[in-house]
């Protein structure tokens, strides 16, 4: 699957950025913006997500993450995600507060999946899925 890079939502800055559109739990018909960061370790998303889907957070793991300079309150749990043709599910991290209006794919939630080529030259990204 090829993606050209996009300026991410709520952003004023004119950049293109390497971003795809995931559909979390089989909700299609609001893929989201997810930029694709090789810093980050996991998946990031608002809460707001988990509770405009019915993502039960009980009993997910907590914590307090650094997300883009601000301190966030978090809850992971497993969910479904689909990118193309592509379903796999990984743990999201639900943070709150999160002021961005796009989300956040890492190295265990999305790049363990896929084999990525980034073409900045070209503004270009290529996912390759190859689940473990």
Known sequence: MKFGFKELPGRDEGYLRPRVPVVVEGYARAPLACLLDTG???NRF????AEDLSIDL???ERGRIGVGGLITESIAVPVVLRLGDAVWQAPVWFCNPWPFEFQVLGQEGFFRFFRVEIRAATYTVECTFEPA
């Open 40 to 42: 980050t370790l996991h």
């Open 46 to 49: 608002g809460r707001h997500v």
């Open 58 to 60: 009980t009993g997910g």
